[in-house]
């Protein structure tokens, strides 16, 4: 999937901008990191990628279709992208099968994916992939999500954003309460989905996973771009 920002700028209250004339073209298949301090803009960048909030000014577009409120076309498209929040949204009270399998109730995400019977043994096969997919046992299925640590939360919620094969994936501090082990369990599988087509822009502040992956970075500083570095050299 294509994303373009162009002249993107967001305030929450006049005269304070947390985004400044954002400019940015992603291609299809393109793997981005966007790096910053904290306040520096990342998650309102991803939000407005989503369309979970709209641009105070500019435009923001995926697949040549932009975002506006009550677009019914930018929620088709919105269908096409898998979110890793960084707090998580899951549903504390129900099973982790439950949570990762919601998705699949609106149907396959990503183009030219074969859809499957949500209450059919597919269904069940997709989510026990894409919970083996990140390091956890299918055994936890049958677990409330508020019985799981704080890690295991947290990919369970990136179970949750692959299980659709989304056209391009987003994820705000995917690896935020991950050990070593399991951090790098996550980042090969963003690589390897990355390989097969899949757009991915990640924000972290992992500075070893910026150096090891090595992949296009979009550093924000005070809400505006200070570097984009296409060759992933970019150390902050």
Sequence with gaps: MMVSL?????????????????????????????????????????????????????SVSCDNVVFAQGSGKMLKIRRRIGVVHQDYRLLKDRSVYENV??????????????????????????????????????????????????????RVAIARA???SPDLLIADEPTGSLDHDHTWTVMDLFQKLNIKGMSMIVATHDRDIIRKVRKRTLHLSAGAVRVDDREGACIF
């Design 6 to 58: 162009k002249q993107v700028s967001k305030a929450y209250h006049p005269n304070s901008l947390v985004l400044r004339n954002v400019n940015l073209e992603l291609k299809k298949g393109e793997f981005l990191f966007v790096i910053g301090d904290s306040g520096a803009g990342k998650t309102s960048l991803l939000k407005l990628m989503t369309g979970e909030e709209f641009a105070s000014s500019g």
């Design 101 to 154: 399998a919601i998705p699949l109730f609106f149907g396959r995400a990503g183009v030219g994916v074969a859809p499957v019977n949500f209450m059919g043994r597919g269904a069940q096969r997709l989510v026990e992939d894409a919970v083996t997919a990140v390091g956890l046992s299918p055994k936890v299925l049958d677990a409330e999500v508020r019985e799981l640590s704080g890690g295991e939360q947290q």
């Design 162 to 164: 692959i299980i659709n």
